[in-house]
């Protein structure tokens, strides 16, 4: 089976604090993707990558950077994080190709900024 | 820019009746997915839609896919308890590859 991880399932952070979210995942999947969940707004968008070192912009990137050194770990970053970034995030992967690929999700990590 | 709609956004439904889901979007797609959430947890995939009139069937939910009227259904047969969850659909734009664009879920509870 698929597995992606999530490092933390609740996070609290300062105002202004530098936030990590790590993502990892065990299928040598090429894609993976940062999305944000909020009510009413369904999944947004944040980063994807395609390739180790390669990222591109999702539909909300700012406030936002991402990390992929190594196939199997994306990180998001937070660089100041902001109240308006309290939210559900969600990390995915997924192949490249193929009849029905799809995109396995992990647990999610609730960010919370105060 | 591509959207994906959903409605309704809440149903509340009584076990044992029928009800359908409906995902609409606004430009071509080559496929088309349902997830399912469940309260705190991360989606599942349910099904895979790839070609115009393609028909899939699991348990009690069943979803189609029109690409000419770009329009998803999410039939659900006799409802019941464990069913309630948050439902997605989501499509991929032909000449993105592997960005998947998600509707806003529809958050279905079964009452019993």
């Known amino acids: 089976d698929v597995k992606v991880t999530q490092s933390s399932r609740y996070l609290v952070k300062r105002t202004g604090e530098k936030v990590f979210l790590e993502c990892v995942q065990d299928?040598?999947?090429?894609?993976m993707f940062w999305y944000r969940q909020d009510p009413g707004l369904g999944l947004r968008l944040i980063y994807f990558?395609?390739?180790?070192?390669?990222?591109e912009k999702g539909d909300i990137p700012e406030g936002y950077s991402v990390s992929r050194e190594k196939k199997e770990r994306f990180s998001l970053i937070l660089e100041s994080a902001s109240t308006n970034q309290t939210s559900m995030y969600l990390c995915?992967?997924?192949?490249?190709?193929?009849?029905?690929?799809?995109?396995?999700f992990g647990p999610g990590t609730r960010l919370t900024v105060t | 820019e591509l959207k994906v709609e959903q409605n309704p956004l809440f149903l509340s439904m009584q076990e044992g009746k029928n009800y359908t889901i409906y995902c609409n979007y606004s430009t071509t797609s080559d496929r088309l997915y349902w997830y399912r959430q469940d309260p705190g947890k991360s989606l599942e995939s349910l099904f895979v839609?790839?070609?115009?009139?393609a028909v899939k069937q699991e348990g009690r939910l069943m979803a189609s896919l029109d690409t000419k009227a770009r329009l998803s259904t999410l039939h659900i047969t006799a409802a019941v308890h464990d069913l309630s969850a948050t439902y997605f659909c989501a499509v991929v734009l032909s000449n993105t590859g592997n960005q998947f664009y998600f509707g806003t879920g529809t958050s279905l509870t079964v009452i019993p």
């Open positions: 995915a992967s997924s192949v490249t190709g193929g009849p029905t690929y799809e995109q396995y």
């Open positions: 299928m040598d999947h090429e894609n």
């Open positions: 839609l790839l070609s115009n009139g």
């Open positions: 990558s395609y390739d180790v070192k390669m990222k």
